[in-house]
Each structure stands twice: as C-alpha cells, then as structure tokens.
C-alpha cells in the first residue's frame, strides 16, 4: 500500500484557485448552454479532483505537487477552449495559429540548426523539435489536426492552398521528427475517419485514399530514406517490426514500461498509487533509468499506475462519450473544424502511445475542449430546428 504524504498549505491553495477558476467557467451560460455540456465535462472535472486527492498517498510528494498543477492547468485549457470554441471561427483560429506556430519553429530548426533550448531539446541531435521540448510533442501535435485535414481535402476535391501546404508541411515534419506514434496514428487515424465519413463523394474518397496508401507502402521507404537523415529514416524503418508479434516492441523502452507498468497496476489496481507515481517508480528500474525513460509513454498507463481503475474508468467515460457524440456530430456536417476534431478524438487513444505524458502538453486539451463545444453547439442548432419545425 503507499504511503500516504501530506498535502502542502501552497498546493492546496493552488487546487482551490484552480477549482474557483474551473467552477466559474462552467457556472458561465455560455459555456454550459445545456445538460448536454454538463454530462461532457462532468468525467474530467472528477478526473481532476481524484488526481489531486490521490497526492495524498503519492510516494512522490514533490511531483505530485507539480502533477497536480499542470492537471489543473490543462483542466482549465480544456474549459477556456470550450468557451472559446463556442465561435467556430474562434476555434479555427485557435487551432491553426497553434499549428503555424508549430510548424514555422520546427522548419527553422530544420533549416537553420535553431531552437530556443528548451528543457532536454540537447538530447534530440537528429529530430526536428521545433519549439517543443522534444520531437514526440511535436509530432503528436501536428498529427493530432493531419488525419482531419486530409480527409477535408481529398473529400472536397477542391484546390486550397492553406490546407495544402499545412498538410504536406505536416507530414514532411512529422517525418523528421522520427516520431513513430505520430506516423502510425496518423495513418490508422485517417483510415478510420474514412471509413465512418459520410458523404456523396464517400466512394472517391476511399479510392483515392487507397491509391494513395498502396504508392505510400509501395514507395514510402525509398521517398523518406532518400530525403530523412540516415538515423532518423533508421529508426522509421522498424516501425513494422514493432507492428509484428515477433516481440519489436516489448524489446524497447516503451515496452519494457507497460511490462513493469503492468505489474505495478497488478499490485494496487483500484486507487493507484497517487499522481506522479510513476516517474518516481520508474526511476528504481535499471532497464528504464539507463534509458533515460523514467516516464509511462502511454496515458492509459500511467492513469492505470497513478489513479488506478478510479481514475482509468473517469476518464475514460469522458473520452468515450465525447467520441461518441463528435462522430455523430461530423456525420451530421462535414466542415472543416468537424473533421479535424472528429480525426483527434479518434487518434486519441493511439497517439498518447507516444509523449511521455500529456501533462505536459496544452494542445491535447485544447483540442479535447473545442471538441465538446462542437458538440455542444451542434446540440443547441438540433434543438432550435426542431423548435422551428413544431412550431411551424
């Protein structure tokens, strides 16, 4: 059983600001526009306050303190993104000012040897990383939008430059970021969106994303190893070994993680073992700490390890309702802001396989709130049709 610590004076009055903070935004009309919004961000807001209670009992007091406080951040991400994303033109905004940003800074470290020497950027001699602190942030961020944006062009057929060059400028960085999540994610992510979307050109756009896949498998690895550094087109390469069931991928760090990860979470499986467990876990693991890896690289884990199946099912219930309602709402309406959200929330699950842990990144959050206010809007013009319609 862990240990239980103490919760600080300044964390718990930090946790009471972030909670007035959070509680304000939600009590505000236009955010919460229905019971619909309510039963969306419920899950997450007691996601939050079970990570925050479970520093409690972390053995990792001084994590847990700063755990807690990028939880409450992104908590209060999610719930400015939501107000924000209230204004479709607002939340387009939003998402492609981030990813200009993303995208300008990584193509300058690219061209010109340039980054701001962020936290560990030192560690990544090869990978572009841009503005991030490392290269599998970058990756995740800019295939968090790719799956939705191509689906938008290949479906419209119509010539837009913006959208053209995000994507190939997307798909070029994410490349040179060796992020092999990023990529895998990407691909199913966009198999999949292709396969739910309905549309009258439903059929092209399958054609043409199948077209598309066969010359990418075909020729993929002759493209990116003629234009990639060498160590970064090697490192691509084993992304089928680590698809295989020939062990590739339990013989890596991220697998060596879910192995001892998944007998921690064997030994204390319904409350964890508090936030920021697993760093400080990880840290006594030989196979890990020479790797540099003392983090889960895999959300599910690390919520399984730190707040057990409490926190696993919260969040869960949050992300799968929010998946549910964002499909049927771009089924309904195929733009833009849709697809691109829709493509998120269905990458989710794989592309958190890859950060050492969105806590650290706003972005995921963001997108998790505009996402809800999607949804939540989508609500409210049903309603006010069929308002319309009774009352004609």
Known sequence: MPGVGSLSIGKLGLLVSILLIALTLIGEKEVTTSRKAMLLITPFVLWFLYISLSSLWSP??????????????NLLSLLIALKAGQNRSHAKALIFSIIAVSLGFALVDFSFDYRPHISRQYNFTNEVVGIFPNSISLGFTLASVLPGILLYIINKGAI??????????????????????????SALSTIIMYSICRTQRRTRTILISSILLVVGFIFGEHIYSSILPAPIAAKISTIPQLLSNDGGFDATARGKAVQFGLEYFKSNPIIGYGSAAVEYMFQDIPELAVESNINAHNWWLENAING???SLTLFLLGYLNVLINIIIAFRKDFSLL????????????????????ITNLPFPWILLGLAVARIVNESAEDTKHTHSVLRA
Request: proline share 3%; charged share 5%; glycine share 12%.
């Open 160 to 185: 837009n430059i913006r959208l053209g060059v995000t994507a190939i400028l997307s798909i070029l960085v994410i490349f040179l970021t060796g992020s092999r999540s990023s990529l895998i994610s």
């Open 60 to 73: 990792n007091q001084d994590g847990a303190s700063r755990y807690v406080v990028l939880s409450g951040f």
């Open 338 to 357: 849709n697809c691109i959200l829709a493509g998120y929330i269905v990458a989710f699950p794989m592309l958190v396989f890859g950060p050492g842990s």
């Open 308 to 310: 057990g199946i409490i």
